[in-house]
């Protein structure tokens, strides 16, 4: 363990971040890793407690609590207090197959479960993990592995975001030829195009997809699967077909004006922002913020995204709109500890709007009822109403002014398309239903579905989750043996 009362006699301390004024110059990274001397203190923190919390990984009232991979957090905060570096590494690297892409992304619910956190402050669980994986990667730990042996098993992983990378990473590790389908022009799903690169650039995103590719993984980008490959013919030319596509499909607003230009899904906005930064191409007039006044739909972390997106633009100003109320500043009794802390808090494109803009953005129990044009056909103006009165109630109307309007109230599973194609069944939400998380196989022999696509719209851990376990359900499908199970 660390240091005897350490949590308590060491003060929490987590990666800082740059200047709010001086970062929305740029889309470069907004926070800084924690240097070793700090890395090592915040480790002494954990106590190695008889029941880590940060490790269970279930879900309870709806929320995340602790880690879905299971990773070993006691373990490597030990090694990192003890200067074990690379040590840690292994043991981080023995249940997480990206840990460059969730110490940016997770939204860390080991932290929020962490039994430090009951009497004092969580361990910087997340600022530790960052600090491992840099350090793995700056010393040349992190190297192509390619499997000694082949199976002469073929698999096929349609989709490249974190559950299909993390399928394809665990069937080849064993020895079976994978090839990675992405209909998208670069791999990488949702860590290319749908985060932001202040939030994860995209060379780290790249870096990992070589190494992948060193290592025997085979991507094959801009097919669409039922469009340039027939479902049948992959079929017939793979062992297994394991659908990783995510929950694309996204939630809209039926309202009158949802026609208008200058309304769009927040996801095509955040692409075409990550296109026009990699590749230089030229912003449509519903994708480019510069100059107009900004409304996000939607509270989530989608939404504040593009807040941050927005205000990197160069918007005039920026609201976004939230269904449900203020988050408390400290838990109710209603959200006992160990469940994921539903608190307020100032993120980052939040920070950024009150320094840049002069006020947070967001805005609560706002009801978007009608969008308003110009002679031309573009929006101008909202319609709002209160979720917390009746809405006819004259005093709770507003209305705002509106040049780009952003779509962001969540995903409804996998698009139609998927369902389509490959002849499976979906519940109301839009999931795969068939395939449990024992077998992962849909109704169709031989086809499996993981992440999103099964589990609907979730973090980025539970894609790597169950990437993984699927991964292992395909192997004894194959082979009849439990080559992936956890050591």
């Not at 090839?179 to 990488?188: H, I």
């Not at 290592?215 to 340039?228: Q, S």
């Not at 609201?319 to 307020?344: A, D, I």
């Amino acid at each position: 363990m660390g240091q005897l009362m350490g949590f308590l006699n060491i003060e929490k301390k987590s990666q800082s971040e740059r200047k709010p004024t001086e970062r929305v110059l740029d889309w470069n990274e907004y926070k800084i890793p924690l240097v070793e001397s700090d890395a090592k203190e915040q480790a002494a923190r954990c106590m190695d407690c008889g029941i880590p919390y940060c490790q269970i990984g279930t879900t309870i009232n709806r929320g995340t609590t602790g880690c879905p991979i299971h990773n070993l957090i006691p373990e490597w905060n030990d090694l990192v207090y003890h200067g074990q570096w690379k040590e840690a590494y292994e043991r981080l690297a023995k249940t997480n197959n990206f840990p460059e892409f969730t110490s940016k992304a997770c939204p860390a619910p080991c932290e929020g479960s962490c039994t430090a956190g009951f009497v004092s402050s969580p361990v910087s669980i997340k600022s530790i993990e960052r600090a491992i994986i840099d350090r793995a990667f700056d010393e040349g730990w992190v190297v192509p592995k390619p499997p000694k042996r082949r199976t002469g098993k073929k698999i096929a992983v349609i989709g490249s975001g974190p559950a299909g990378l993390a399928c394809a990473d665990q069937l080849n590790k064993i020895g079976h030829r994978v090839t990675v389908f992405e209909r998208s022009d670069r791999p990488g799903g949702l860590l290319m195009y749908g985060i932001p690169s202040m939030k994860i650039e995209k060379d780290i995103v790249d870096r990992r997809i070589h190494l992948l590719e060193e290592e025997g993984i085979i991507f094959k980008t801009n097919v669409d699967v039922g469009k340039t490959v027939s479902v049948q013919s992959l079929k017939d030319s793979f062992d297994a077909v394991i659908l990783c596509t995510g929950a694309g499909k996204h939630r809209d607003v039926a309202i009158e004006g949802r026609g208008l230009k200058g309304i769009s899904p927040a996801m095509e906005y955040l692409t075409a922002s990550n296109r026009h930064l990699l590749y230089g191409e030229a912003l449509k007039a519903d994708y480019d913020a510069k100059d107009k006044n900004v409304i996000v739909i939607g509270g989530g972390d989608t939404g504040e995204d593009c807040v941050a997106t927005a205000i990197r633009q160069g918007c005039k100003s920026v609201v976004q709109f939230g269904k449900h109320g203020k988050l408390p500043e400290h838990r109710t009794n209603n959200n006992p500890w160990p469940e994921h802390p539903n608190v307020f808090s100032v993120d980052y494109a939040y920070e950024e709007a009150e320094e840049v803009l002069g006020k947070d953005p967001r805005e609560y129990y706002v009801e978007t009822q009608k969008f308003l044009s110009d002679a031309e056909g573009h929006v101008t103006e909202l319609i709002t109403g209160s979720f917390k009165q009746d809405n006819d109630d004259a005093s709770v109307k507003k209305n705002w002014k509106a040049d780009l309007v952003l779509i962001a109230i969540g995903f409804q599973g996998a698009e139609d398309k998927v369902f389509d194609d490959f002849e499976i069944n979906r519940d109301s939400s839009g999931r795969v239903i068939d395939a449990d998380t024992t077998s992962y196989q849909t109704s169709q022999e031989g086809v499996f579905a993981a992440g999103d696509a099964r589990r609907g719209a979730s973090l980025i851990v539970w894609a790597i989750e169950e990437g993984r376990k699927a991964a292992a359900a395909v192997d004894l499908y194959l082979d009849k043996k439990k080559s992936l199970v956890h050591e």
